[in-house]
């Protein structure tokens, strides 16, 4: 390929393997307006429902209080990740347990003035139980303050090993009640897990949650793995491997641990990318020394060239609605960011900075496309607007790469590099779109090439 790669990047073998990661479904059951749920705090003020004002938010996190659901066990352990969940979002700032007041919740109704001293917001209760059958029952309660007055009551049923995932659940619904939109805490993240040394590189394909828990490796390393990709609406992971001669795209199905070859077209298959209905795939084929973006059909109705092989057309991304494609072209003599209609015309030059643009990705909410640039001051990802406008930068490294936007558009991760004595170090880290909050996510070995999927259903 004539693009010229940055050290340790896109050009690197690729893997496979089996795994099934499907856990427990959780059953909700509203506690609000009846069944048996305790009484309901009296309304204050004016008894409007609807959510905390987040106002300035952005500036001053809004401080919540996370009553423990236990002092031990599950209950404890519930509780701790919702309120992770909330502080590493940058928009709340959980409030030391330490200086909760003894007996604030009364026959459970808050005790208000004890929480408004602390200058709470919002009030997070709950409670653990046997549910019987092996079931746990876990029941929170999201209180306004302010308006004394509960906001959302929610009682769920699930296997103990779930626990987790109930936590990110009750996180999201905590998140949006007091932000107004969807949250982004029970998803999930596939990556590459990088190990081995220098000269002998072990790269398997891996998913783990948002946060880092609950790791799974999803090939053993007999094969390198690379450029992994969320299914949007299905349980499947993209990635390209040379499991045969040449790079090619496969589907890891996450229900069944089944992999199989996309397709097998020109000189090799790379860059994935999911239609945001999940039916088909964005992929570049190479030939004769170019590279053209195509699109596949997951149900096996061939394929359709969108773009020539006269330049070098890569990592396609589709924008949330489907109507149009970023990717990145050297075209115009070097890597640069192309938009174009889905049926390949229209393309317009988005990117003119004085350097080289790479891996763009569409933000699910619209309005920004992330992207890797690297120049004379070296390696940063940044984020504008479709149309080229506002460009600007969050991060910048020795070498970082490949963003990835969560659910709900507001965070984005990618992976950063570091010279060590003995090569290299990769860590995801994720940060908001502001350009703020960056926090390291810890994985099990060095990581790479993230994506964030949908939220779980």
Known sequence: MRFKMPPFSRRRILGTGA???????????????????????????SGDNSAISVSGAQNAPIPIAISPFDTSGVGAQITGVISDDLSHSGLFRAIDPSSFVPN??????????????????GLVTGDISDAGGGQLRVEFRLWNVQQQQQVQGTAYTTTPDNWRRIAHIIADTVYQQMIGEKGYFDSRVAYISESGTTTSPIR????????GANNQFLTDGSSMAISPQYNPSRQQIAFVSFQSSSARVYLFDLQSGR???????????????????GNSLLMSVSRNGGAAIVRVNLDGGGMTELTDSNSINVTPCYSPDGSQIVFNSDRDGN????????????????????????????????????????????FSIGVMAPDGSGERVLSQGFLVEDATFCPNGRVIMFYRQNPTGSGHDSRLV?????????????????????SWGPLLA
């Open 335 to 378: 890597q640069q960011l192309f938009v174009m209609n889905a049926d390949g015309s229209g393309a317009k030059r988005i990117s003119y900075g004085p350097g080289r643009y790479a891996e763009p990705c569409w933000s699910p909410r619209g309005d920004l496309i992330a992207y890797t640039f690297w120049g004379s001051g070296g």
């Open 430 to 450: 994720t940060i908001g779109i502001d350009g703020f909050n960056e926090r390291l996510v810890t994985t099990p070995t060095y990581a790479s090439d993230p």
């Open 204 to 211: 398997r394909l891996a998913v783990m949650d948002y946060d």
């Open 259 to 277: 992999t199989r070859q996309v397709a097998s077209y020109g000189d090799m298959t790379i860059g994935p990318r999911f239609s945001p209905d």
């Open 19 to 45: 795994a099934s990661l499907i856990g427990p479904a959780a059953f909700g059951q509203s506690l609000l307006g009846g069944g048996a749920a305790p009484a309901a705090a009296p309304a204050g003020g």
């Open 104 to 121: 604030s919740i009364n026959n459970g109704t808050p005790v208000w003035q004890n929480w408004n001293i602390l200058g709470a917001q």
